[in-house]
C-alpha cells in the first residue's frame, strides 16, 4: 500500500503522489501574543531603516537603542555611530558629547 492513513481513493502510485492529490497544506495559527511581537518587531525595523538612512548607525534595532541614537545625534550635532562613538547611553548631555567628539571619554 502506497497511499497515506486515511487515503479515501487509494491507489496512488506513491505516498507522495496520495499526498499531493489530497491536495494538503499546512496553517499556522497566529497568536495576539505572536502579532503583538511580530508588529513591534516590524515597527522597529521601519524605525531603523529610517534612522539608517539619515546616516544614524544605532547599536541595535530595538526602539530603546533607535531613540538613544537619535539624541545622541542631536546632541553630536552629526549622525550617531555606533561603531566609532562611545555608546549613546553616555552621550546624555552637550558636555558630553563635546567629550565624545574629542574622544576623550
Known amino acids: 500500500m502506497n ?6 481513493t487509494g491507489g496512488h502510485a ?3 503522489e496520495c499526498a499531493r492529490a489530497a491536495n494538503i497544506s499546512i496553517g499556522a495559527v497566529m497568536t495576539s501574543e505572536f502579532k503583538e511581537s511580530y508588529e513591534q518587531t516590524d515597527r522597529e525595523l521601519k524605525e531603523y531603516r529610517s534612522v539608517r538612512a539619515e546616516g544614524i548607525q544605532p547599536e541595535g534595532t530595538t526602539m530603546n ?5 537619535k539624541t545622541a545625534t542631536k546632541l553630536l550635532g552629526r549622525p550617531y555611530n ?15 558629547a563635546t567629550f565624545a ?3 576623550e571619554i
Open 101 to 103: 567628539k574629542t574622544g
Open 65 to 69: 537603542k533607535i531613540e538613544l541614537a
Open 82 to 96: 555606533a561603531e566609532k562613538d562611545p555608546p549613546a547611553k553616555f552621550i546624555r548631555s552637550k558636555q558630553s
Open 3 to 8: 497511499c497515506r492513513t486515511g487515503c479515501p
Open 14 to 16: 506513491s505516498w507522495g
